[in-house]
């Protein structure tokens, strides 16, 4: 079985993709007119100390940022660590 793991201070997100390519009132979008998501899973991180990241987590991330790859059958996006804007993080309601 192969896997990746990113190096240095990499890391690697599976890009959520919608399952809706339409508008509200129906239109359908075609794939060169979807804007890139800013959210992803993180399925690896690179050699970061006290990352506050893991595997598993969603994150949101600058827009324009990172290398998109095709890995069998899977899109993936490495992500420099500095690029990552948020954590997603569950929390009691009030």
Known sequence: MKELQPLNDNVLLEL????EPKTVSGIIIPESAKE?????????VGNI???????GDFV????FSGTEVDFEGKKYLFMPYA??????METESI
């Open 16 to 19: 959520v993709e919608d399952k």
């Open 36 to 44: 890139k998501p800013e959210f992803a899973k993180v399925v690896a």
């Open 49 to 55: 100390e006290n990352s506050g990241i893991a595997p």
């Open 60 to 63: 949101y991330y600058k827009k």
């Open 83 to 88: 690029d990552l804007l948020a954590k997603v």
